[in-house]
């Protein structure tokens, strides 16, 4: 038991360390592009934390598997190494037995990372997309900020607000439109659009019955000016309004990634089955996984615990890309759903056995019988 111990918490910690650093890796990636959706008014700026940590389970869930692979490489090549595993396998301790330990450990995680892919992961992904819908189509004044230009109107009118009241009224406003069909060639235009530039005092987002949203501006002036003919107007008004947002966006149809699992079930189509299936392999691959990374952990004290990372890493990178090809092909109907993604479990197991296999005298007596065959 003491050995079980001290075997599981080396690896919980080389494991542990692995997914501190991969996850803040990222995760600082994750925040880069939110930070940049906010930026550009995609995204209100009080979101971005609450999008942030809805990302973080499906983020966990792919860092896992790669975590206690490298977790099992470093932690077993480090005892060889230092010579305590020689110690160990000179007292008793064999392969299996280290094996076996670990893979009570890969177990562990496995489940936690099929809580991840099944159910949290799942469910953080669809509370994304409705909170990204809704901040699509919410009230302009949470998405157009103060002190700042913003694109609105299908990108086709910058807009800038210096300030806002109280009462959630706009001031000193300006806008720029540019045409909506208009077709630059070198300096000629296809059509005599306009362009304008709109300055106003004072003014609002309002939302009409139907779901779009206006800017109403209040004692202001429009600049307008012809791209072909290059005639300019000036006009005061009372009163200006330009549509900034369509009808209030539905929500949109969810992708496969974020579809509850038991609805996943319940649908026969392929891409159904196939995400479904790559739910499964994500936790399944770790106790395969664990077959490999035990024995390529072996290595020579003079080679040092990084001995072997290098095949180890390729065996997990073709693993993991034949199975993301194999997810498109099933979900486009090339793979049948019997075949699925579960030959290529099978081709891991196979080959992490038969590494397990290969210094046992049960390995040595299958060996042998294949040469003696050939």
């Excluded at 009080?46 to 932690?75: D, H, K, M, N, R």
């Excluded at 709109?198 to 939302?207: D, F, K, N, P």
């Excluded at 600049?223 to 949109?252: C, G, K, P, T, W």
């Amino acid at each position: 038991m003491l050995i079980f111990r001290y075997l599981i918490r080396e690896t919980f910690k080389a494991q542990l360390a692995v997914f501190l650093v991969l996850i803040t890796i990222f995760l600082s990636q994750q925040f880069v592009q939110i930070l940049a959706e906010a930026s550009d008014g995609q995204l209100p700026a009080e979101l971005i934390l609450l999008v942030l940590g809805l990302q973080l389970p499906g983020l966990a869930a792919l860092i896992l598997p790669i975590s206690l692979f490298l977790g099992i490489l470093l932690a077993h090549g480090r005892l060889y190494s230092d010579n305590e595993m020689s110690v160990l396998h000179a007292c008793g301790v064999s392969e299996w037995y280290v094996a076996r330990t670990t893979l009570v450990f890969a177990l562990m995680i496995s489940v936690l990372t099929a809580l991840l892919t099944l159910w949290w992961g799942p469910a953080a992904l669809s509370q994304e997309h409705m909170i990204a819908d809704r901040a699509r189509s919410d009230a302009g004044v949470s998405v157009i900020q103060t002190g700042r230009f913003q694109q609105v109107a299908n990108q086709r009118a910058v807009v800038f607000i210096e300030s806002q009241n109280d009462n959630q009224e706009l001031e000193h406003i300006f806008l720029a439109q540019m045409p909506a069909h208009a077709k630059v060639e070198g300096e000629r235009t296809q059509e005599d659009e306009r362009v304008s530039v709109v300055m106003a005092s004072r003014g609002q987002v309002l939302s009409t019955p139907s779901g779009a949203q206006l800017l109403s501006l209040s004692d202001g002036r429009r600049y307008s000016q012809s791209l072909e003919n290059l005639d300019h107007h000036v006009m005061s008004f009372d009163n200006y309004q330009m549509q900034i947002r369509e009808q209030e966006a539905e929500e949109s149809l969810r992708r496969q990634e974020a579809i509850p699992t038991l609805e996943l079930m319940r649908n026969s189509g392929a891409e159904a089955r196939a995400e479904l299936q790559w739910r499964l392999a994500i936790p399944l691959a770790m106790p395969l996984l664990t077959l490999i990374a035990v024995p390529l952990s072996r290595v020579n004290p003079r080679q040092g615990k990084f001995g072997r990372m290098a095949p180890a890493i390729l065996i997990y990178l073709g693993y993991f890309m034949v199975l993301m090809a194999a997810k498109r092909a099933m979900a486009a109907e090339r793979i049948p759903e019997t075949f699925g993604l579960w030959w290529i479990h099978l081709g891991l197991l196979l080959i992490g056995v038969s590494l397990l296999l290969r210094d046992r005298p049960i390995g040595q007596k299958l060996l042998s019988m294949v040469r003696i065959r050939r």
